[in-house]
C-alpha cells in the first residue's frame, strides 16, 4: 500500500518529494502568521451565559407592580424607581386619564419624611455611583421640597406632574385605561368565569387579581388603588377599626366656568377658606369648553353634631306618600330654595352663610344660568384601617397596600397619611431588593422582615394621625362652645 502512493506521490508532485524539509518549513511559518493575523483582528465570541440558579423567575415581566396610579401610587412607584434603578416598575390604572381635582393640603412633615429618605441616599456613596442617580434624586427631591413651600395642590398637578416624569425620565411604563384594572370582588370573579365559560377574550375588561400575577408575574405588588381598593380585598384585609370624625357639610352644584373658573384654585381655596368655608373643589373643563360650559363645584365645610342633626329633617317621602325619607342625607339632599324656606333655625343659619357666598362670587342662585343641580347634604367622616397591609399572597407575590386603600382617614389627613406610608413603604423595598436580587428565588411563603415592619409602621403612622384628626375636632368642638360662650350672652341681652 505505502509502495503505491510514494509511487503516486512522486509522479504527481515530484519538485515537493525531493524538497520535503524546505515545504515542511514553509508550512509552518505560514501557520504561526495567520495564527497571529487572527488572533490579532478576531473579537472573540462571549461564552454562553451559564445557566444559573437566579434565574429561577425567568418569564417573570416586572420586579415591582403599582395597581392605582393616584396620587400615593405615582409618589411610591417614582421614589421605588429612583432608589431602587435596577428594579423594573409598571403601573396599572381603570382609568385612561388621571381626574382627580380637589386641593390637597400638604402638611410640611409628610414631606419632611419623603424629604429626609432621599437626603438619607444621595448620602449614601456606596448607592450614588453615577451623576444620573444623584440627578434623578436631586429632581425627585427638589419636586417635593417645592410642594412643601404650598399650601394646597390639585390632586391633578401632583399626579400629572409626577406621571411625565416617571415615564420620561424614570422609565417606569405606566398602563391606562379599563382593560388595565385589576379586579378582585365577587361579580368581577362572576364576569371573568361567563367569559371563560363563553369563551371570550379575556383581559378587554381588566384582570382579575390571580389573572393579573400570573400574567404580569411581579415580585411585589403595591395596592394603591384606593378607598374602594380591591386589591386590599384580594388580601382579605377587611377593616379593623373604624371610628367617625366630625361631620361634613357639602354643597355641589354646576355654574359656568368663566364665573367659577378653576384656573385660580389654589387662590379661591385660600379665599374660602378666610370666608368660613373649609375647601372648595372644581371639575376639570373639557378640552375646548366654551366659557359658558359648566363646571360642577363642591364647597365643603366641617360643623358639629348639633348642626348636622338639625339638618337632617324626616319628612313624607314625596315619590312614595306614606314612607318617611331623611331630608338633607346624601340620598335626599335639601336645595337651596328648600333649605332657605325652612324655618329651623341651623337651616337658616347655613343658607345665610350660603347667601354671602354666593354674592361674594357674584351668583344668582335663583338664575339657572349661574347655579343649577345644587345638592346639599351632611355627612359623617369616617375613618378606618384594614386588617393586613402587607402579606404574602398565595405563593406567587407579596403585596403592600399604601395610600386610602390600607386606611382612610377623612379628607383632611388621607394624603398625609399616604405620603407617610410613601416613604416607610419605598425604605422597605430598597432594604428588601438591597440583599435579595430582583430576579433571584424569593420565599413568597412568608413574609420577610422589611415587610413586617412596614405593616407595623402602617398601624402605627395610622394611630398618630387619628390622633392628631381626633385632636382637631376636639379643638374644633372647644373653640365652638368657647365662641358660644362669649357670644350667649350678647345674644341674651339683644334679645331680651
Ligand atoms: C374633596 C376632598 C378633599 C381632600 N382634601 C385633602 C386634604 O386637604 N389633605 C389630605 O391629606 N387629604 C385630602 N383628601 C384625601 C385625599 O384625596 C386622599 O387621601 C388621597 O387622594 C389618597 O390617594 P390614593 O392614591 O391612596 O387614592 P386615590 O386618590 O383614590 O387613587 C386611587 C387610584 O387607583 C385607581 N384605581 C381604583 N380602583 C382601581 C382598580 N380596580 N384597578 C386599577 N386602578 C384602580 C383610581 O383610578 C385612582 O387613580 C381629600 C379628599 C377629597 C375627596
Known amino acids: 500500500m505505502n509502495s503505491i502512493y510514494s509511487v503516486i506521490s512522486e509522479r504527481a508532485f515530484p519538485w515537493v518529494v525531493k524538497n520535503a524539509p524546505l515545504v515542511a518549513g514553509g508550512v509552518a511559518a505560514a501557520g504561526i502568521l495567520a495564527g497571529i493575523a487572527y488572533s490579532f483582528f478576531h473579537k472573540p ?120 416624569y416617571a415615564t420620561e425620565d424614570l422609565g417606569i411604563k405606566i398602563h391606562r385605561g379599563k382593560n388595565h384594572g385589576v379586579w378582585n370582588t365577587a361579580a368581577a370573579r362572576t364576569a371573568y368565569a361567563d367569559q371563560v365559560r363563553k369563551e371570550e377574550p379575556i383581559g378587554s375588561d381588566g384582570y382579575l ?42 354643597l355641589k352644584y354646576t355654574a359656568p366656568h368663566d364665573i367659577r373658573s378653576r384656573k385660580l384654585l389654589d387662590k379661591s381655596y385660600q379665599a374660602i377658606i378666610s370666608e368660613g368655608w373649609d375647601f372648595e373643589t372644581f371639575s376639570k373643563p373639557k378640552p375646548g369648553a366654551l366659557p359658558s360650559d359648566r363646571i360642577r363645584v363642591t364647597l365643603h365645610k366641617f360643623i358639629d353634631e348639633n348642626v ?13 306618600p306614606g314612607d318617611e325619607i331623611i331630608r338633607g342625607s346624601s340620598k335626599y339632599p335639601w336645595s337651596f330654595k328648600d333649605l332657605k324656606n325652612e324655618k329651623n333655625p341651623h337651616c337658616q343659619m347655613i343658607s345665610n352663610h350660603l347667601q354671602m357666598y354666593f354674592s361674594n362670587h357674584h351668583l344668582d342662585p335663583k338664575n339657572p344660568d349661574h347655579i343649577s343641580k345644587d345638592r346639599i347634604t351632611t355627612i359623617p367622616i369616617a375613618v378606618y384601617q384594614s386588617s393586613s397591609s402587607a402579606e404574602a399572597y398565595k405563593n406567587k407575590a407579596f403585596v403592600l397596600l399604601g395610600g386610602d386603600s390600607s386606611s382612610g382617614m377623612g379628607f383632611e389627613s388621607g394624603f398625609n397619611k399616604g405620603l407617610r406610608e410613601a416613604a416607610a413603604c419605598a425604605r422597605a423595598v430598597k432594604q428588601y431588593f438591597e440583599h435579595v436580587p430582583p430576579r433571584a428565588k424569593h420565599d413568597f411563603s412568608k413574609l420577610p422582615p422589611e415587610f413586617q415592619k412596614y405593616q407595623e409602621e402602617v398601624v402605627a403612622i395610622y394611630k398618630n394621625e387619628k390622633r392628631w384628626a381626633q385632636a382637631k375636632q376636639f379643638a374644633l368642638n372647644v373653640s365652638n362652645f368657647c365662641l358660644k360662650c362669649i357670644t350667649r350672652p350678647f345674644k341674651w341681652i339683644f334679645n331680651s
Open 45 to 164: 465570541t462571549p461564552a454562553a451565559p451559564q445557566p444559573i440558579e437566579e434565574e429561577s423567575n425567568l418569564g417573570k415581566r416586572c420586579d415591582l407592580a403599582v395597581v392605582g396610579v393616584g396620587p400615593i401610587g405615582i409618589v411610591l412607584a417614582c421614589l421605588i424607581k429612583a432608589l431602587c434603578p435596577h428594579l423594573q416598575v409598571e403601573a396599572f390604572d381603570k382609568r385612561t386619564t388621571a381626574t382627580r381635582e380637589h386641593a390637597l393640603r400638604i402638611r410640611s412633615d409628610s414631606i419632611g419624611e419623603i424629604v429626609k429618605l432621599l437626603q438619607d441616599a444621595l448620602k449614601d456613596e456606596t448607592f450614588v455611583t453615577s451623576a444620573t442617580i444623584r440627578n434623578k434624586l436631586e429632581d425627585l427631591m427638589r419636586f417635593f421640597q417645592r410642594l412643601a413651600m404650598r399650601r394646597a395642590i390639585p390632586t391633578l398637578e401632583i399626579e400629572k406632574n409626577l406621571e411625565s
Open 308 to 320: 348636622h342633626q338639625a339638618l337632617l329633617i324626616p319628612q313624607q317621602d314625596p315619590q312614595q
Open 209 to 250: 387579581f390571580d389573572e393579573f400575577l400570573d400574567e404580569v408575574k411581579p415580585t411585589l405588588v403595591l395596592g394603591t388603588d384606593g378607598a374602594h381598593s380591591e386589591i386590599r380585598q384580594a388580601l382579605n384585609a377587611t377593616k379593623i377599626d373604624q371610628a367617625n370624625l366630625g361631620r361634613l357639610l357639602e
